[in-house]
């Protein structure tokens, strides 16, 4: 990898939006855009420091900025730029601050502190439940599905669905109102007498009721959990590996060599973005983005990620997927891309799966009932990563794939690519009825080495599958699993 | 390339001077010989001594200070003029503006208003650390960017001597890292790549985006210079020494009697003896140059012919 490269690419690419910025008339310079999605590509990859990349947009800010201080209007912003906004503008950005150390008795906000849980008891235990048990709390009525039950060393909870009713609003409550969901009326017993609560997880979002913490965690030994709604006779919840809902044994996995460079393997993450991020059933010439749209920004600079990929030494000039990505650029009405290299008819077959399905004129059919199937596989490790799955869901004609990651995550830095950089895999479901599905990360609540995330499906599922493919690819290896589902459904 | 044999980089540099205003008053800033001279300030050091034990610096004393606070911030690169076209106008009203707005703060975390109806000790702590640790990095870039502005105040005949002093004070040390321990390769080269496109389009017409440039390494030479390609393959190689930006750019020899100043031979103000290209593929030829004073709206900015 040559840092120096990415950091060189980068501020030529800053002198050249400069000189653009000095000739109004040079339309197709670059831009603050420009260095903000390239450098973010470059940090994404790890060939340029973020704080870095900040410098270099921020100083390209101040230079362009104090040129326009007694113009009539900054060409970027349409206005006069004034001192006070000058000396204002971006945040400092300065280096080598120690980070503060966290206050005693402060921890990563997330699971809590696992209550009688004894580090060390054994590993982590991942198992399926698919069980559903109506609950009745006042004038709050519903069913809570259990999908899976996770125990690691940050805590046990539960991943459940919820079907919640009011007298006042008979509609499915449990994405908008989850406020009505009574977490604290539900008892939950051990195998020895232990009592624990439901808790909504803290700090995750109100509006993803997905993950149900016990509290205290329990120890990691136990063999099953009654659950009982309030004024209901409990529910017993299997523990045991390998109990009758246990999809590990029936998960077939193969795992085969990627070997995708660390350009590669983002070009790849950028290309899913955008097949995930292309609105629903567009009338044919509707694929395209405005040109302001996050979506066109990010596809107006993949000529300048691509060479800045190459300058950094992280992208072959050989390699196939800049022409796969012009391909999809063209598909997808995508203009002004930059891309050198000519489109291609190679493109992987999910991608093809996604641009059959936007193709189409108005929406499929659906003979999808709302309901869940209980998973708990994990996947054998990639690029450090591994991820269990948990659950798969389909309520309010969405479809979302529930799943555990484990392993080293960076800090967060969000950034113009809008891509998951806690999740840095392409990850797929084919169903049985041989269509494809992106996976894309839409929640994600991380803490302590994990990262609890919830995968939207593009296009959401149609019908129920008697099996899903899972296709998850790291820059090293592709894992493939198949697994059969059993649907339970929500009344 | 260095200042041995041909004296110090600013050698072909006239003196330049500019009024600052400063107390009740107007003072004369003058810059000769690579160094900043305040006339109305007879004991300079007297009073940087007081300015360091909290005392009222004037201001003239503060764009001393601040000019050699800078003169090896590898910013000023990006921040100044890049040519004869680019002006970089900043009065002394603005740097006025500035101070006071510096002065009324920067903003911080506190104003997206964050409330906690029992917001934890823990978190209170930490929050408490962030936000003195913003302070200080804020008042920091504040200063930074007020020295920038004082800078710039002066006028493009400091702007450009200042650019030459930073690119001097590092020519040499390619290899040694910044404060940072990063590379000072990569803000050298598109300081250079920017300043040398746009001569090389006044030189031949070409589209600056087709000039690339490359940062050669100290002691080797004084470059090359190709044109190669047709339409818009069409690519002018150019690779020079960053000593170029301080001893041919600053200096204003780059484009001297439409030949392209590589290097200079013989330092010297108003007769230097110069290594210039007339054509890219060329060899270099010694040409005497001639400093025929300042072209009109240009102050301070040498003119040279052939």
Partial sequence: MDREGAETYLRLLAEAAMRGSLTPAAARAPNASTIMVVGHALTAVGALDPVTAEEILADFRLAVTVRHLHSEADPGTGQAVTVAQWLAQGRPVLRGKPRPAPAPGEGTPGEGTPGNATPGEGADRFVPVGLTMPFLAGAVSGELCLMSFAQTGTGARFIAAWQVHSPALEVQLSHHYPGLIPFDEFTVTDDRGGRYKLDHTPGSDLAWPNMIRLNPAPPGNIRWLDVAPPYRPAVRVALSRGGPHSSDDETQVSVSDAALSAGEHLLVMLAERLLTGTPEFPRRGMLAAPPTSPRQVVAGGFGDIIAALEAADVLSPLSPVPARLATLCASLDLTGHGIAAPPTLDLPEPWLSLLAHYQRRKPEPTQMREGYAALAATLPELDGIRVTLLGLQHTQGSSVLHVLAQGPAPEPRPGPLDIDLNFPLSFWLRESGGRWHAARPDRCHQGDGESAIRLRLVPPLTRPADWVEVQAGGRSAKVRATLPLRWRYLS | ?306
Avoid at chain 2, 39 to 59: F, K, P, Q
Avoid at chain 2, 60 to 66: F, L, R, S, T
Avoid at chain 2, 221 to 240: A, C, D, F, I, K
């Fill in chain 2, 1 to 306: 390339m260095t200042g041995v044999p041909n004296g110090p980089w600013f050698t072909s540099l006239p003196p330049c001077e500019t009024l600052v205003p400063c107390g009740q008053g107007q003072h004369a800033v003058r810059w000769e010989a690579g160094e900043l001279r305040l006339a109305s300030h007879a004991d300079l050091e007297a009073e940087l001594v007081l300015v360091a034990l909290g005392g009222e610096g004037a201001r003239c004393v503060e764009i001393a200070e601040a000019w050699l606070r800078h003169a090896a911030d590898l910013t000023v690169l990006g921040l100044g003029p890049r040519g004869e076209a680019d002006e970089v106008a900043v009065s002394w009203d603005d740097v006025d503006a500035a101070g006071q707005a510096a002065r009324g703060g920067a903003g911080g975390p506190g104003r997206w208003g964050w409330k906690l109806a029992s917001p934890p000790r823990a978190a209170m702590a930490r929050a408490a650390i962030r936000h003195q640790q913003y302070q200080e990095e804020a008042g920091e870039a504040n200063q930074r960017r007020l020295d920038m502005l004082s800078l710039l105040a002066l006028g493009t005949g400091f702007q450009v001597r200042l650019i030459g002093q930073v690119a001097a004070a590092h020519a040499d040390r390619l290899d040694e890292p910044d404060e940072h321990g990063h590379s000072i390769r990569p803000a050298l080269q598109a300081a250079l790549a920017g300043r040398v496109a746009l001569v090389a389009e006044q030189w031949l017409g070409i589209d600056p985006d087709q000039v690339e440039v490359s940062l050669l390494p100290p002691g080797a030479g004084w470059g090359s210079v190709e044109l190669t390609g047709r339409g818009e393959q069409r690519r002018l190689l150019v690779s020079l020494p960053a000593w170029w930006l301080a001893r041919v750019w600053a200096c204003g020899l780059a484009l001297t009697g439409r030949h392209l100043v590589v290097a200079v031979e013989r330092a010297g103000w108003p007769d230097a003896q110069v290594l210039a290209l007339r054509a890219p593929g060329a060899e270099p030829v010694s040409l005497s140059a001639h400093a025929a004073g300042h072209p009109p709206g240009a102050a301070d900015t040498p003119h040279w012919e052939i």
